[in-house]
């Protein structure tokens, strides 16, 4: 079954050079027999990573808007020499739960191949990149003297056709038929949804309640990535909800208000093929609930990349499907902190008395939603909610 490329934002916290030399040297590392490689925009990285370099410690402070102890921090890793594979590198909240050094052999090669995460410096990333230590936020200019500064007057601008194209590059070499963005608002701008030549899904958390709270977003983001790697990585695994594409109904063919009161009216509308292996991946998807998040919510945006502002209260238009609990439930609204983007749009909670068993017809609903919203330069989005402990 093919795979879904998995997108993550990458951290400011890093294990320090002998901390990942460490991981490096165990010989019953499931990396151990994955060859590592320069990264694919090397050349672009080195250009930045000189004209930073070339900076004094206070153009550094000026820069990155940082204190003196931080510029000689970020001095320090500018003068490392020695790269070292971007899967012992990384160590923040979402890294903590994907836990690259403890995945099994299947998984490694699986997230090998179709794990990337963004950079700003170096743009996009596979595990076994061997890169040096860094600093650099998406939000900063190219530095200044750079020759990236000529042509681009962000990072952002710069970065986002060069990632988008090399995802389609990818998508050629490992027949992924979707893109999975678990990135932060930030680093998911770098995906222009309208280039891809595969739909981009992004997936976002939340707590019971219908709370954003930024470190456990990122530690459920690090967790599925490490799920779904487990799961597909592993040889013998089986989707785990069966494979319906239709749309069930309860008997006298009324819909269960309660999972989905608002569904597109345009499901019988005749919708592109299929890419091979898609139904799969979202069984797989959905099946993630067995770790306690149920999917909450399935918005498709064909033609845009960014969220709608809000979500109607009473209806859906034909290009957006939606389920969430009673509609007399008061809504909540909330600003992502972990995002840049602006606030996210309008969720309504989850009904909490639904109950946590298999839920066949709603999880075929919302896999119908997906099958049909998902198509190439369009952009998805499906939320997931912790359930109460």
Same mark, same amino acid.
């Given at each position: ?108 090669? #699986? ?9 700003? #410096? ?13 600093? #650099? ?244 989005? #499906? ?7």
């Amino acid at each position: 079954m093919p795979s879904p490329i998995i997108i993550l934002s990458p951290s400011k916290t890093l294990r320090s050079p002998v901390q990942a030399s460490h991981l490096t040297s165990r010989p019953d590392s499931p990396w151990a027999t994955l060859q590592g490689k320069p990264p694919f925009f090397q050349g672009d990285s080195h250009a930045l990573r000189t004209s930073l370099a070339s900076l004094s410690p206070g153009a550094l402070m000026e820069y990155f808007h940082i204190s003196q102890s931080l510029a000689e921090t970020v001095r320090a890793n500018l003068a490392q020499e020695q790269p070292l594979p971007a899967w012992t590198l990384y160590a923040g909240e979402a890294f903590k739960t994907l836990d690259l050094p403890t995945l099994s052999p299947g998984a490694a090669r #699986l997230a090998s191949q179709n794990l990337g995460i963004l950079s700003a #410096l170096y743009g996009y990333l596979g595990p076994t990149d061997r890169i040096l230590p860094y600093r #650099l936020d998406l939000t900063l200019p190219p530095p200044p003297g750079s020759s990236l500064e000529k042509q681009s007057q962000s990072l952002r601008s710069f970065w986002q056709p060069r990632i988008t194209q090399h995802l389609n590059d990818l998508v050629v070499q490992t027949r992924s038929p979707l893109v999975i963005s678990l990135a932060s608002q930030e680093f998911h701008s770098l995906i222009n949804p309208q280039g891809l030549s595969v739909p981009l899904l992004q997936i976002d958390f939340l707590q019971a309640g219908g709370r954003k709270i930024s470190a456990r977003a990122k530690q459920a983001r690090g967790l599925f990535a490490r799920w779904y790697l487990q799961q597909a990585g592993d040889s013998g695994t089986e989707p785990a909800i069966p494979q319906t594409t239709h749309t069930p109904t309860r008997p006298g063919g009324t819909r269960d208000a309660r999972i989905a009161p608002c569904l597109s009216e345009t499901r019988d509308a005749p919708i592109a093929p299929v890419p091979q292996g898609l139904p799969e991946i979202l069984d797989l998807i959905l099946a993630f609930r067995e770790t306690g998040y149920q999917p909450l919510e399935v918005r498709s945006l064909p033609g845009q990349q960014t969220h709608p502002t809000h979500q109607p209260e009473q209806s859906c238009p034909s290009s957006l499907a939606c389920t969430s609990g009673n509609q007399n439930r008061p809504g909540t609204t909330g600003q992502d902190s972990s995002r840049t983007g602006g606030p996210r749009p309008r969720s309504r909670v989850a009904d909490n008395s639904i109950p946590a068993g298999p839920r066949t017809d709603a999880l075929s609903r919302l896999k119908a939603e997906l099958l049909q919203g998902l198509q190439p330069g369009r952009e998805g989005s #499906l939320v997931f909610i912790q359930e109460e402990v």
